[in-house]
């Protein structure tokens, strides 16, 4: 088997290159023949791809999930075409306390706001913002917040925002650990998406985030390019600038509202198959597991439990946990986890280590 | 060079067969050795990857653009990731006389929709399509075709229309070819697609038609996968169908329209990247040439004009040629295509053979 595996790979290899076969041919026959009789070739690597996941049940469930679904001979195979894995991103695959990152993003943008348009200046919730008293600022509520989100993220072409994201992100911290928000990705998660498109699995990030703001860094931050991130998204309109040149502008209009049931209905109008895997951490992603759930054959639905306060932050209200601004994971969402068989990764018992950075 | 390419690829085939590179390091140098030193290895392959394509500006123009832009050590290289090319669909890849297919299957599936809406039978434009009467029928406005349209293509779960759309392609025909309309495709722009993708290129429809309809069959037909395919798109509603199973319905709620500047707003919306090149056939893909050529280095931008009635149709108005209902081609798009250095793919001269079933 194996040697005819490695005669059938060297074969593309020799095609692509336009080796004339005559020559290689004698090679390609001495070596597959020395890999099948040689007994200490073919070893599995020795490194674990999951190698900061705790050995048990979520890091059983990714690897059974993975081997039932790839191999070719079992009942539960996928062929790689449909092998789509989805995952919200703040809370999942990165910090989102004390705030969601893009909302930081977007406080931080008011000042430029209300210069264009002094107007806003002695407006709320621009004059709470611009005042700089954290306290009030942490007081805003999710409405207010929208109003700020709406205001920031219009009025210029997407090329103007790709840039100033850009730049933020650059020079931004995080307020507690001091560091880039995206150096805050959990390894975990980075080693699973890794391991999954290294299985065949095509990785989206499925977020109630603006898909503008994330496509920015995914692909160097996840290795997911900006085709495989669906989000919240605004209208574009495309015009032409003061030299002609054709360009598209943000609009304050709402196309896609990616949190709940919206994240089915953009996974079906962005990728038009249903996910095989979904990833989340909040009652937003409820019905994205749902879906993905009620398919055919093999699906891997998982949620992360926010448990551990030192490496990173403890919140529920499940299982006692204390209660949080954003990214609640519901007593309800616990317990339709366990009648649905979803699994639940509690980051205290799962993860062997939170971050990259963390010795 | 080609030895280090060798290495680097050799290098990583034994990666992911775990063979110890110890054993077969001393058969790679070999043959990478012998490989730089072979004067008869690397030819190019000698069949031409544009068979159908008479030689002449618009096959030149598709040559050298891939060979510019996959050239990495020349000035027009364009890095894998950002190969992105996008493709109008009626007309420019099969068919779209004497009407645009998906037009068809709408027609077909009146007699279902009055069915379960007996008061749709004496209301227009419905009354007349149950008529029968073809020549009432193809004088029916763009107008009233969108209200079949609407009253067609809702109502039902995403997975229905599917199988049901499946069920017409199988049997209907086309009125003039007797043939079903899948096989309806341009040989050369099927030729087109698969030497794009062969060079690294993602290829994408980008249809004024409907994404769900189109999803369908781009695999099977093109080899262009759902989520590769952005069209027209309808709203679609989660929700739960009578034994509790999420399913998502198609409402008859217009999200995206995907024609003129719906095309460029559509492709930042999907793909989140400019596309390096483009291809269409009439004013409704002005806009997405326009923004594709708005890009820096090389691009490709390029109509396809339909100018021989005997294997298709000829239609303009453009040069002379006659006026059509669909798909028009105006003389002030052709005079921009020349001001703006589009190619325009003349079907008389620039392709030896239209369709696959020719002989």
Tied chains: 1, 2.
Excluded at 88 to 98: A, F, I, K, M, Y
Excluded at 333 to 345: C, F, M, N, P, S
Aim: hydrophobic share 40%.
């Amino acid at each position: 088997m194996a040697a005819a595996r490695i005669a059938r790979y060297t074969a593309r290899l020799l095609r692509n290159f336009g080796i004339c076969r005559r020559l290689f041919g004698g090679l390609l026959l001495l070596s597959a023949l020395l890999f099948s009789i040689d007994p200490v070739c073919g070893q599995a690597p020795t490194s674990d791809p999951l190698a900061s996941w705790n050995d048990g049940p979520a890091k059983k469930a990714i690897v059974e999930f993975v081997r039932a679904t790839t191999n070719q001979a079992g009942p539960k195979y996928v062929p790689p075409a449909e092998r789509i894995a989805t995952f919200d991103q703040d809370g999942t695959l990165w910090v989102e306390h004390p705030m969601y990152t893009q909302v930081m993003y977007c406080l931080d943008r008011v000042p430029a706001v209300v210069e264009k348009k002094p107007e806003l200046k002695n407006v709320e919730p621009f004059k709470t913002v611009l005042s700089g008293d954290r306290e009030a600022i942490a007081k805003l509520s999710l409405k207010d917040l929208e109003v700020v989100l709406f205001a920031t993220l219009s009025g210029m072409s997407v090329e103007e925002f790709r840039v100033d994201v850009r730049r933020w992100l650059a020079t931004a911290k995080h307020p507690r650990y001091k560091r880039p928000y995206t150096e805050l990705t959990y390894l975990p998660m980075q080693e699973l998406l890794r391991y999954l498109r290294g299985s065949g699995y095509k990785t989206y990030i499925v977020t109630g985030g603006g898909q503008d703001f994330v496509r920015v860094y995914a692909e160097q931050v996840y290795g997911i390019p900006p085709e495989q991130v669906v989000g919240s998204a605004g209208a574009t309109k495309y015009g032409y600038d003061k030299e002609g040149k054709p360009t598209l502008t943000k609009e304050p209009k709402l196309l896609l509202n990616d949190n709940d049931a919206g994240k089915p209905e953009g996974i079906h109008l962005m990728i038009g198959r249903r996910p095989r895997a979904a990833f989340g951490n909040t009652a937003g992603d409820r019905q994205m597991l749902e879906y993905t759930g009620a398919g055919d054959g093999a699906r891997l639905m998982m949620l992360v439990l926010h448990d551990d306060a030192k490496p990173e932050y403890a919140y529920g209200p499940a299982e006692g946990l204390p209660e949080a601004k954003v990214g609640a994971f519901s007593q309800a969402l616990y317990d339709e986890a366990k009648q649905r068989g979803w699994t639940v990764i509690r980051m205290k018992d799962d993860w062997g280590r939170v971050f990259a950075f963390e010795n």
